[in-house]
């Protein structure tokens, strides 16, 4: 007697639906998931090496669970906002993580704290 079926996570929960009320293109979800996915994944490669340019998960997590799917279950939470970039910087999704200190911006450091 087989017993119950495991939920899939990822793209399939949170609904793919419900992610799409948090963007305004399905495109722009695509962009803004990516991005987010790959500033997990170097935030666990950084982790040995004691260098943290960017903020790690802000949802619990699962031992074997893909950034992807973190990253879009954060959105589905409303952890994270997508807004238009400065069109001069050449960002167009940036990610933002509102955290309780106040927005922070996630992506590339601005040369200020390089320097520090």
Known sequence: M???QPLAEGITNPPI???L????SKYRLVLYSAKRARQINAYYSQ???????YVGPLVETHV???PLSIALREINDDLLTCED???EDGINVP??????????VLGEPSPEDTEA
């Open 95 to 104: 990610v933002v993580a509102e955290v309780d200190e106040g927005p922070e």
């Open 64 to 66: 074997q669970e893909k």
């Open 21 to 24: 009320t948090k963007t305004d």
């Open 2 to 4: 087989p017993g119950p």
């Open 85 to 87: 970039g400065d069109p």
């Open 17 to 19: 639906d419900d992610l």
């Open 47 to 53: 982790l040995g090496e004691g260098l943290l340019e």
